[in-house]
């Protein structure tokens, strides 16, 4: 019987799964995917915090492979929250792509005014970067925000460059240094769930990426260590070893950060905790702070 990989229906989680497929057919394992609507594709129209952050994308995969309705399903890695339901494990991670964020443009840098973006962390970076700009929020796909910046709605609007190589995108405009604009936990990683059943971990751990991997869970333990909340301006990136975190004010007015060399789980949780210690007034700033959270795709 094939193994049943669950997706989202949305054409850059289905390029995703098709890439885990891919893996999983190199190494003979036989599998078909299903796509399993969620409360995030469903509700656009609000800001992503308000109906439950990027959780709201990974819950519904989880209950299908808790269900027997599915045997896996492929996520964002950035998606994926830090508490996670019991019986459900993340067995694998693919080599990753760019973590950088691009500004996509439809005018000149110059006449840049209007961003659209929908994710705290990236409106606080532009703010800091530049506090005149206007941020307004965006909500959609990548092909739903990319057809309302050609058709004029927003100046720019900020996309994950690894989504955009995956489509095939290509736009006017810049690449964000992710040393300046930190990304999110996991930016650019896709990762693999599944049930706590032996049979299926030994399956599919043959496709996980280590050097990844290494890097994506210190930055996971950062994230867990500072808490916050969904919509906590937060940026965590790390990449062999090297680990960069930041904690923004909405606006962008102050920015508590730290840059260290971290070997294990454990040393980049303590670095998380000394950061979450320096910035519990700009955590307390950002609604829904009871739980970890994400950035938009």
Same mark, same amino acid.
């Given at each position: 019987?094939? #193994?049943?990989?669950?997706?989202?229906?949305?054409?850059?989680?289905?390029?995703?799964?098709?890439?885990?497929?891919?893996?999983?057919?190199?190494?003979?394992?036989?599998?078909?995917?299903?796509?399993?609507?969620?409360?995030?594709? =469903?509700?656009?129209?609000?800001?992503?915090?308000?109906?439950?952050?990027?959780?709201?994308?990974?819950?519904?995969?989880?209950?299908?492979?808790?269900?027997?309705?599915?045997?896996?399903?492929?996520?964002?890695?950035?998606?994926?929250?830090?508490?996670?339901?019991?019986?459900?494990?993340?067995?694998?991670?693919?080599?990753?792509?760019?973590?950088?964020?691009?500004?996509?443009?439809?005018?000149?840098?110059?006449?840049?005014?209007?961003?659209?973006?929908?994710?705290?962390?990236?409106?606080?970076?532009?703010?800091?970067?530049?506090?005149?700009?206007?941020?307004?929020?965006?909500?959609?796909?990548?092909?739903?925000?990319? /057809? /309302?910046?050609?058709?004029?709605? *927003?100046?720019?609007?900020?996309?994950? =460059?690894?989504?955009?190589? /995956? $489509?095939?995108?290509?736009?006017?405009?810049?690449?964000?240094?992710?040393?300046?604009?930190?990304?999110?936990?996991?930016?650019?990683?896709?990762?693999?769930?599944?049930?706590?059943?032996?049979?299926? #971990?030994?399956? #599919?751990?043959?496709?996980?990426?280590?050097?990844?991997?290494?890097?994506?869970?210190?930055?996971?333990?950062?994230? =867990?260590?500072?808490?916050?909340?969904?919509?906590?301006?937060?940026?965590? *990136?790390?990449?062999?070893?090297? $680990?960069?975190? =930041?904690?923004?004010?909405?606006?962008?007015?102050?920015?508590?950060?730290?840059?260290?060399?971290?070997?294990?789980?454990?040393?980049?949780?303590?670095?998380?905790?000394?950061?979450?210690?320096?910035?519990?007034?700009?955590?307390?700033?950002?609604?829904?702070?009871?739980?970890?959270?994400?950035?938009?795709?």
């Amino acid at each position: 019987m094939p #193994l049943r990989i669950g997706t989202r229906g949305s054409r850059l989680a289905l390029a995703q799964a098709e890439m885990v497929c891919r893996a999983l057919a190199a190494q003979g394992v036989e599998v078909e995917t299903s796509i399993i609507r969620t409360k995030g594709d =469903e509700v656009t129209g609000v800001p992503l915090h308000e109906i439950g952050g990027q959780g709201v994308f990974v819950r519904a995969l989880d209950d299908a492979i808790l269900s027997g309705e599915i045997d896996a399903a492929v996520h964002s890695m950035k998606d994926i929250p830090a508490q996670r339901p019991e019986g459900v494990s993340t067995i694998a991670v693919l080599p990753r792509e760019s973590p950088a964020d691009f500004l996509a443009l439809s005018t000149g840098m110059a006449d840049v005014k209007v961003v659209g973006t929908s994710s705290t962390r990236r409106k606080a970076q532009i703010l800091r970067h530049d506090p005149t700009m206007e941020v307004r929020v965006l909500r959609g796909n990548v092909d739903t925000r990319v /057809r /309302r910046l050609l058709a004029g709605d *927003y100046h720019a609007i900020v996309l994950a =460059e690894a989504g955009m190589k /995956r $489509l095939g995108i290509t736009l006017r405009g810049s690449r964000l240094p992710p040393e300046r604009f930190v990304p999110t936990a996991n930016q650019g990683a896709v990762a693999v769930v599944c049930r706590a059943d032996p049979g299926l #971990l030994i399956t #599919l751990a043959c496709i996980d990426h280590t050097p990844t991997r290494r890097d994506v869970t210190l930055e996971r333990a950062v994230m =867990e260590a500072v808490g916050g909340g969904c919509a906590t301006p937060m940026g965590i *990136y790390c990449r062999q070893g090297h $680990l960069i975190a =930041e904690i923004l004010a909405p606006d962008g007015s102050r920015t508590e950060r730290l840059e260290v060399d971290v070997g294990i789980a454990e040393e980049a949780r303590r670095h998380g905790e000394v950061l979450r210690d320096r910035a519990r007034d700009l955590i307390a700033m950002a609604p829904g702070a009871m739980a970890p959270g994400a950035d938009e795709p």
